[in-house]
């Protein structure tokens, strides 16, 4: 993809699966989605370890990774993001 689009970097919102699981099935209670129920959210995870991970660890590897802490209040998840952000824009340099 390097070579088709220059990627400044990546978010990867870190969450321990219990977390995610427990709001994943939080929102199944009202959101009508067939697929919010434990099993299969864990397969989610499974397939989210096997297909997205290598993604995240190549461009890790190429410094491009911004992990968030996302087991907080949103608005500080949400201030994290604009820095990130402001940081690719020069915005932090002011």
Do not use: W
Request: proline residues 4%.
């Amino acid at each position: 993809m390097n070579e088709e689009v220059n990627v400044p970097f990546i978010l990867f919102f870190d969450c321990p699966e219990e977390v995610m699981e427990k709001r994943l099935l939080k929102r199944g209670e009202t959101s009508g989605r067939s697929d919010d129920n434990l099993a299969s959210i864990k397969k989610r995870f499974k397939t989210f370890q096997t297909e997205s991970m290598p993604v995240i660890e190549y461009y890790n590897k190429l410094g491009k990774v911004v992990f968030v802490n996302a087991d907080r209040d949103p608005k500080e998840i949400f201030t994290d993001i604009k820095k990130a952000f402001d940081k690719v824009h020069g915005k932090d340099k002011l």
